[in-house]
């Protein structure tokens, strides 16, 4: 009689004798699930956009739309005999850019716009940043009525701020020369003089934003990070630059990139504050220079093209910083 045969793989160590009768590509009890969770997934990474799509209509319809038209006006011969019908509309290319960029006033005005606006940037941030530690340093009534002051400033018009402020400094009766034995000192008169003091109220009523902020991000780190820094003998500066700079590093993006944007657009204040950009234009920004050539001389195709210049330099401004941090391993 012959000898039953093995089956193959049998009388080996280690090997099961009954692995061909399990089915090929067959997966092992618990591990069904792979299609549902993918599904899941879907459904989750949708979820986000469907709660944001009311919100993304409506800036569709209030700032793309608006974008769009503002480069469009801008390759046009756009004046009031066009607004009014009494010509037709001539197609310029970038006849407009070329004019702006040949006119020197332009350039100073632009030189000009980014000399304030990084002033106001690197002021209001160092105010709110030092009001944001000192709210974690005094006692809870005095804390209040900064914040409620602070919110007050915030809350205040531009506009509105913007006349107190001459009144405060006006020659004839504004207490700020009489503090100070100033006489009749006009403030407006002078191309810096008047700079700085629509500075001060671009700061008044920014800085409120930046120290709230901080302040907010300050309260979320951890008591022990600062007691430590402290008992190591750092001075309080130290522990700013050394521990809660690096720590809020992506608040301070966000306030920074902002400021930019506001302060980089001024126009009320330097139009209040100086009656339309200062004597012989000498404190013009490109936002009331913008006016200037789109309103005070109808030329609205030039007008546009100082609007999508300032677009674009604010855009390069932002991805650049931006990029900045994300090559320093930076999560925003």
Same mark, same amino acid.
């Given at each position: 009689?012959?000898?039953?045969?093995?089956?193959?793989?049998?009388?080996?160590?280690?090997?099961?004798?009954?692995?061909?009768?399990?089915?090929?590509?067959?997966?092992?009890?618990?591990?069904? *699930?792979?299609?549902?969770?993918?599904?899941?997934?879907?459904?989750?990474?949708?979820?986000?956009?469907?709660?944001?799509?009311?919100?993304?209509?409506?800036?569709?319809?209030?700032?793309?739309?608006?974008?769009?038209?503002?480069? !469009?006006?801008?390759?046009?011969?756009?004046?009031?005999?066009?607004?009014?019908?009494?010509?037709?509309?001539?197609?310029?290319?970038?006849?407009?850019?070329?004019?702006?960029?040949?006119?020197?006033?332009?350039?100073?005005? $632009?030189?000009?716009?980014?000399?304030?606006?990084?002033?106001?940037?690197?002021?209001?941030?160092?105010?709110?940043?030092?009001?944001?530690? $000192?709210?974690?340093?005094?006692?809870?009534?005095?804390? !209040?009525?900064?914040?409620?002051? *602070?919110?007050?400033?915030?809350?205040?018009?531009?506009?509105?701020?913007?006349?107190?402020?001459?009144?405060?400094?006006?020659?004839?009766?504004?207490?700020?020369?009489?503090?100070?034995?100033?006489?009749?000192?006009?403030?407006?008169?002078?191309?810096?003089?008047?700079?700085?003091?629509?500075?001060?109220?671009?700061?008044?009523?920014?800085?409120?934003?930046?120290?709230?902020?901080?302040?907010?991000?300050?309260?979320?780190?951890?008591?022990?990070?600062?007691? *430590?820094?402290?008992?190591?003998?750092?001075?309080?500066?130290?522990?700013?630059?050394?521990?809660?700079?690096?720590?809020?590093?992506?608040? $301070?993006?966000?306030?920074?990139?902002?400021?930019?944007?506001?302060?980089?657009?001024?126009?009320?204040?330097?139009?209040?504050?100086?009656?339309?950009?200062?004597?012989?234009?000498?404190?013009?920004?490109?936002?009331?220079?913008?006016?200037?050539?789109?309103?005070?001389?109808?030329?609205?195709?030039?007008?546009?093209?100082?609007?999508?210049?300032?677009?674009?330099?604010?855009?390069?401004?932002?991805?650049?910083?931006?990029?900045?941090?994300?090559?320093?391993?930076?999560? $925003?």
């Amino acid at each position: 009689m012959t000898a039953p045969a093995r089956s193959q793989g049998a009388g080996r160590p280690g090997v099961r004798a009954d692995r061909g009768s399990r089915p090929r590509g067959g997966s092992r009890t618990g591990n069904t *699930a792979p299609r549902p969770q993918r599904y899941r997934g879907s459904r989750q990474g949708k979820a986000p956009w469907l709660y944001l799509a009311p919100a993304l209509v409506v800036l569709g319809g209030l700032l793309v739309y608006p974008i769009y038209q503002l480069g !469009l006006i801008s390759f046009f011969q756009y004046t009031q005999a066009q607004v009014s019908g009494g010509e037709p509309t001539a197609f310029k290319g970038f006849g407009n850019y070329t004019e702006l960029f040949s006119d020197s006033q332009f350039w100073q005005v $632009l030189l000009a716009t980014v000399v304030f606006a990084a002033a106001c940037v690197v002021s209001t941030l160092a105010v709110g940043c030092a009001l944001a530690v $000192l709210l974690t340093r005094i006692r809870a009534v005095p804390r !209040l009525a900064l914040m409620l002051a *602070a919110l007050g400033a915030w809350a205040t018009p531009a506009i509105t701020g913007s006349t107190v402020w001459l009144f405060l400094f006006d020659p004839d009766f504004g207490p700020v020369d009489r503090v100070l034995g100033l006489g009749d000192h006009s403030w407006t008169y002078g191309r810096y003089s008047a700079f700085f003091l629509v500075l001060l109220e671009v700061v008044w009523c920014s800085f409120p934003f930046v120290m709230v902020t901080v302040y907010a991000g300050i309260r979320a780190v951890p008591g022990e990070v600062l007691e *430590a820094a402290a008992l190591d003998g750092a001075s309080q500066w130290r522990i700013w630059r050394s521990v809660l700079a690096p720590m809020l590093r992506p608040i $301070l993006t966000v306030v920074t990139i902002q400021s930019v944007i506001w302060d980089f657009k001024v126009f009320t204040q330097i139009y209040v504050m100086t009656n339309g950009g200062g004597i012989a234009g000498q404190n013009l920004v490109l936002n009331v220079y913008a006016y200037q050539q789109a309103f005070g001389s109808s030329q609205y195709g030039l007008g546009s093209a100082i609007g999508v210049v300032m677009l674009l330099i604010l855009l390069a401004v932002t991805l650049v910083y931006l990029r900045l941090l994300r090559r320093q391993g930076e999560e $925003l």
